[in-house]
């Protein structure tokens, strides 16, 4: 079971990141007949699609032993946002084509999201940031990655849509070497601060995105 990384952070905040070594096969026999359903996998035609899809439901249910909590399955709500099935353990999901991260909480909110530095975020870095976010990037791609993905993070934990960006989701003034930053969600009736945790594993940055610990 190739899980290269899991820990816990502040506030019962547990991660796991799991990286794809195992075949589709391999991947898809390692899932009960119970909690993958025959609809489920017929609504994805793309092979690695499915990959993706079995590893998502693997590191949760990786994570959900660890933490003595019965797995049931995944549903979406109607914003498109996972859940436990039978629990109200808190949850987000995020993979790419060689990883597969997942968090959860006991009762709180979560959002997280992988990415790798690309000169893409150099030319629509006015779509996600506020000027202020601008200049303290500088152009950087690993910095730009961060905020992205914090941002990413922030949206997933809302979990509702019709969110800009650059108005709704802010990122507070950070050094690159940072393991965890600040954010804020100010949409509607909502103006909160969260922790965002920030992990760098083979060229990707993964953060995690939670309510800040209380003091």
């Known amino acids: 079971m190739p899980v290269i ?31 993958l359903t025959d609809a489920e996998l017929a ?12 590893c998502s439901r693997l590191v949760i249910k990786h994570l959900a032993n660890s933490l003595g909590i019965k797995y049931l399955g995944i549903k979406k709500d109607e914003f498109g946002k996972p859940y436990l099935v039978g629990s109200n353990w808190q949850m987000s999901i995020t993979h790419t084509s ?20 690309t000169e893409k975020l150099k030319r629509i870095e006015h779509k996600f940031l506020s000027e202020s976010e601008r200049i303290d990037a500088e152009g950087d791609i690993e910095k730009l990655c961060i905020y992205w993905s914090a941002k990413e993070a922030l949206y997933k934990l809302y979990g509702k849509r019709k969110v800009i960006f650059n108005e709704n989701l802010f990122v507070f003034p950070f050094k690159k070497e940072q393991n965890k930053i600040s954010g804020r969600l100010r949409i509607n009736e909502i103006d909160e601060e969260y922790s965002i945790y920030v992990e760098k594993i083979d ?10 610990p209380k003091v």
């Open 43 to 54: 609504s994805i035609s793309h092979p690695q699609k499915q990959v993706e899809f079995f």
């Open 98 to 117: 060689n990883y597969v991260a997942a968090v959860m909480h006991p009762n709180e909110a979560l959002g997280m999201d992988m990415e790798k530095p």
């Open 5 to 35: 990384l899991e820990k816990k952070y502040e506030n019962d905040i547990s991660l796991a990141v799991w990286q794809i070594t195992e075949s589709h096969d391999e991947l898809q026999a390692m899932l009960p007949s119970e909690i």
């Open 203 to 212: 060229g990707y940055i993964l953060v995690v995105c939670g309510s800040a």
